[in-house]
Nanobody
Framework: QVQLVESGGGLVQAGGSLTLSCAAS????????MAWYRQPPGKQRELVAT???????DYEDSVRGRFTISRDNARNTVSLQMNSLEPEDTAVYYC???????????????WGQGTQVTVSS
């Protein structure tokens, strides 16, 4: 049974740093895309960064150069290192991944429960 659990959220001052992590648990056959989304208060959920199975990365323009997404395939984790945080980065951050569990071998999208990041001015 596959689950995603995020951790690392919290309150930081503008200019500070925070690292989020997301661990996929369960017996996993394979993982393709892993990504971070965020949902600011009162706004739509938006894609922040993505890692693809070929190792390529994609970033939303507003975080490029400040955030770094990385994955550890051996441990089925994905992290988001956030530097130079701004108040506009305040949001609930969600981890998502496309995963085939061992019991199924078919790929499905999974989502974590979200972790709050608050950046004060």
């Amino acid at each position: 049974q596959v689950q995603l659990v995020e951790s690392g959220g919290g309150l930081v001052q503008a200019g500070g740093s925070l690292t989020l992590s997301c661990a996929a648990s369960g017996t996993i056959f394979g993982i393709s895309r892993m990504a971070w989304y965020r949902q600011p208060p009162g706004k739509q959920r938006e894609l922040v960064a993505t890692t693809f199975s070929d190792g390529s990365l994609d970033y939303e323009d507003s975080v490029r150069g400040r955030f770094t997404i990385s994955r550890d395939n051996a441990r089925n984790t994905v992290s988001l290192q956030m530097n130079s945080l701004e108040p506009e980065d305040t949001a609930v951050y969600y981890c998502t991944a496309t995963i085939a569990p061992y019991s199924d071998f078919r790929y499905h999208d999974y989502w974590g429960q979200g972790t709050q990041v608050t950046v004060s001015s």
